[in-house]
């Protein structure tokens, strides 16, 4: 299998993990190949494509996706014990990662044992992976909840042992950008031998802003899943972090952009989780202008009112005739629709369409609109 991580930022995607894992959704193994070979071409680094010990149907996808010679890495997760670990290796990867649990509240209330445990655990699975010659990637889960030090002591266990990096997982999705790039700058200075990976999940809605924030101070993996989709309210969602890293932080993560609508849509239909109209960045509706002085500004200059081309993620532009509608829109759709109106004619459509839209509670469509129209140059 090519290695060919392409990007100072690799986006792991996890969307064949973390996010077949949101309740309910199931992925075919056509579908998982489908997702992945997409995710390839769009240049995605890393994906993150199951998990081996739950037994030999996954181990038989795992190895379906490995015989496909994708450029990006695969790799599986783990937990942080031998037969996980080995049941990778019969699937055929050469990256891991090695997951265990790290806040106290972790090892009293779920593993039941203690720090010296969890450090150990730690060196005997590393241990293992390293002798086979995989790449690893330890994952701190609940590592938003644990104690900086220890976090400090694992990451130096790590990092002598040979890891090739730390993933510190918001497994609960409790922080803030401010809180998260606070801890991996901290961690970032304390171990800077150790790459570092921030996994983040939206239960409060800032999954996106917290990888973000976890990019900016330090780390340089960072994964995502299509949609979001993942655990409860799920992971940062890709489309929406590649966006903001290339928009918002001046930072091109080299992904062909273009295509993000279209495996959107992908993983909407194989997930049985449709994408809302108003979802970030792929959303079918997220480009549609209805205010009047939204709509003309963006006819005038679409930078108005349009952070970024909808073109660049396979979208277009909707101008939508509703309650809010101003003449620029009106007579804009009525050309598209093959119309044309004086100034005049076009004031008194727009009242109209004000009205019916109020009345009905939704905007007009293409047919009503063009029944109005019509109907309005007949009595004219």
Not at 100 to 115: E, G, N
Not at 322 to 345: A, I, N, V
Not at 350 to 355: A, F, N, S
């Amino acid at each position: 299998m090519k290695q060919d991580i392409r990007n100072p930022i690799v986006i792991d995607d996890t969307t064949l993990r973390d996010g077949e894992q949101t309740a309910g959704v199931v992925f075919t193994l056509e579908e998982k190949k489908r997702i992945a070979r997409m995710l390839d071409e769009m240049g995605v680094g890393e994906i993150e494509c199951g998990i081996p010990a739950m037994g030999k149907e996954e181990q038989k996808s795992v190895r379906a996706l490995v015989e496909m010679d994708l450029k990006a890495r695969l790799i599986t997760w783990n937990r942080a014990v031998v037969p996980d670990i080995q049941a990778s290796i019969d699937a055929g990867v050469t990256a891991v990662d090695v997951s265990l649990s790290v806040s106290d509240i972790h090892i009293r209330h779920k593993l039941r044992k203690d720090r010296t445990w969890v450090a150990e655990q730690l060196k005997t699975a590393l241990g293992f992976a390293k002798e086979h010659g995989l790449y690893v990637s330890v994952g701190g889960e609940d590592a938003s909840r644990a104690d900086l030090d220890f976090l400090t002591e694992l990451l130096e266990v790590a990092r002598a042992l040979g890891a090739d990096r730390f993933r510190f997982c918001d497994t609960l999705g409790i922080l803030d950008p401010f809180a998260t790039y606070e801890k991996i700058r901290t961690l970032r200075e304390r171990v800077p031998e150790l790459e570092l990976e921030v996994h983040t999940h939206n239960d409060l809605g800032m999954a996106t802003a917290n990888a973000i924030a976890g990019i900016k101070a330090g780390a340089t993996y960072v994964n995502t899943t299509v949609n979001g989709l993942g655990e409860r309210a799920g992971n940062a969602a890709l489309e929406e972090v590649v966006m903001a890293l290339k928009h918002a932080c001046g930072q091109d993560p080299g992904i062909a952009t273009g295509r993000l609508v279209e495996l959107s849509r992908l993983v909407g239909k194989a997930s049985c989780r449709p994408v809302p109209e108003w979802k970030a960045v792929v959303g079918e509706k997220v480009f549609s202008h209805e205010s009047g002085l939204h709509a003309d500004g963006v006819l005038k200059h679409p930078g108005n009112y349009e952070g970024f081309d909808p073109a660049e993620v396979g979208l277009s532009r909707h101008m939508v005739l509703g309650k809010h509608s101003g003449s620029h829109g009106l007579l804009y759709r009525l050309r598209q629709l093959g119309l044309e109106l004086d100034r005049l004619d076009a004031l008194d459509l727009l009242e109209k369409v004000r009205g019916i839209s109020q009345r009905n509670k939704r905007p007009l469509t293409d047919g009503e609109l063009l029944s109005l129209s019509r109907s309005a140059r007949r009595v004219a």
